[in-house]
């Protein structure tokens, strides 16, 4: 099998994505074995994920606007509030990675109280959770700008 992109080479191994040949050049390019094409597919999909997460994190943030305003005296008290909003997807984010698959089995009530705890634990720990989440999103989109960039100096 030759290299898809230099065909004058001999493959090496395949894309693990749509299994084209690699030379060792495209071998050695990046961690995983994935040709030019589906390695800009895997970061674009990654940037929209980071887009949807700033999307639902300004939704957060607006609905937090809005309570602030509706009777919260004090411009602290109305960032915190909009602040705290912003945070619940953050946060619900870090809950779903620590929160065991044994609440599969609970019933209906059990899954509305479930979602109404994880909700307020979410607002919680999304003050933290919010800027952590904006710099490795921002970093995120630094480094598949930069992939983005690379590959198509390969082309």
Same mark, same amino acid.
């Given at each position: *099998?030759k290299c898809y992109n230099h065909p004058e080479r001999d493959a090496v191994g395949t894309c693990v994505d749509c299994g084209k040949?690699? @030379? !060792?050049?495209?071998? %050695?390019?990046?961690?995983?074995?994935? =040709?030019? %094409? @589906?390695?800009?597919?895997?970061? !674009?999909?990654?940037?929209?994920?980071?887009?949807?997460?700033f999307a639902i994190t300004a939704v957060f943030a607006i609905i937090g606007l809005v309570f602030a305003f509706q009777g919260y005296?004090? +411009?602290?008290?109305?960032?915190?509030?909009?602040?705290? *909003? #912003?945070?619940?997807?953050?946060?619900?984010?870090?809950?779903?990675?620590?929160?065991?698959?044994?609440?599969?089995?609970?019933?209906?009530?059990?899954?509305? +109280?479930?979602?109404?705890?994880?909700?307020?634990?979410? *607002?919680? /720990?999304?003050? /933290? =959770?919010?800027?952590?989440?904006?710099?490795?999103?921002?970093?995120?989109? &630094?480094?598949?700008? &930069?992939?983005? *960039? #690379?590959?198509?100096?390969?082309?």
């Open positions: *099998m040949g690699l @030379c !060792q050049e495209y071998m %050695d390019l990046w961690t995983i074995p994935v =040709c030019a %094409d @589906c390695n800009l597919k895997r970061w !674009q999909a990654t940037k929209h994920e980071v887009f949807k997460e005296n004090g +411009l602290f008290n109305a960032i915190a509030v909009i602040w705290m *909003m #912003a945070g619940v997807y953050p946060g619900w984010k870090m809950l779903t990675r620590i929160t065991p698959n044994v609440f599969l089995i609970l019933p209906l009530i059990g899954w509305v +109280l479930y979602f109404f705890i994880k909700f307020f634990i979410a *607002m919680l /720990i999304g003050w /933290i =959770c919010l800027p952590i989440r904006l710099f490795k999103n921002i970093r995120t989109l &630094k480094e598949a700008k &930069k992939i983005e *960039m #690379a590959i198509a100096s390969l082309k």
